[in-house]
């Protein structure tokens, strides 16, 4: 027999989270180890920059897996234009969505897109950049939450985007997070006209969140903001009563971020969860092997324990 490969454990892992979660009384607890494993299953597709055949693989394998956990997926497509070359790139973000029948939402997101190169890198910054911790652990986080999603009980519906082109940048005059902007300026147009059906109550970016050395430190934005500060205090108030203590009650960076476009043009107050203290950042040291199951679970516990509390 063939040995399973990275991305089918991937699958049955979340398959036998669903199983069980679906049979037993107590309500799924997030895992750290299954997080990792996802982790690994988005790395071995290689660099996923926008618009690579990588990407289109990782994308079908987070449809499949949100689809297998009960979420209903809707891709978000659109185009850019390549400023090396001029030719049009595909863009797509995911939106998973959890309870559609609940008009009160809450969004989490992440991007799933890795860098075109680790420009950073002091030795080889055109080499193989796979984006373990800047680009899957926000990937890798929501796919563990999604085995509780369906129990999620409470008023609160949410969604899940997972955003493309985060930074398809290679240059000083490249725009970031192209993705989450075309994602806000849809959602506020839709508010406009009338056409949203729901709107958001809040919402969490998570970003960087494996390193094996993990401080999240509270990020300015998110402070500074008087209408997303009630989330930042909400969500390390549960981290301090938890015991978790890689979250740092206290500002430090400040990081335009997905965040920035959802509060600034969707009207989405959105704090960013992110560990910006990452010395393998834009390198090819970014790799699974810096990455920590532990630093996942952290986040994630906190992250659904804050879920479970929304009233």
Sequence with gaps: MPPTSPVAASLAATALAVAVSACGAEPPAFSGDRAMSHLEAICALGPRPSGSPAMARQ????????????????????????????????????????????????????????????DRDPTQPRGVFVGANDGASGAALLMELAAAMPSLGGPLGVDFVLFDAEEYVFGPRDPYCVGSTFFAKQHAADRRSGRLAHDYRCGVIVDMVADRELAIWQELNSVDWPDTRPVVDGIWGVARRLGVRQFVPRPRHRVEDDHVPLRMIAGIPTCDIIDFDYPAWHTTDDTPERCAAESLDAVGRVLLAWLREQR
């Design 59 to 118: 994308r079908a394998l987070l449809a499949a897996h949100f689809r297998a956990a009960g979420a209903t997926v809707v891709g978000q497509a659109f185009e850019i234009r390549d400023r090396r070359t001029g030719e049009q790139v595909h863009v797509e973000n995911l939106v998973v969505t959890w309870h559609p029948d609940r008009p009160d939402r809450v969004l989490l997101g992440a991007h799933y897109d890795t860098r075109p190169f680790p």
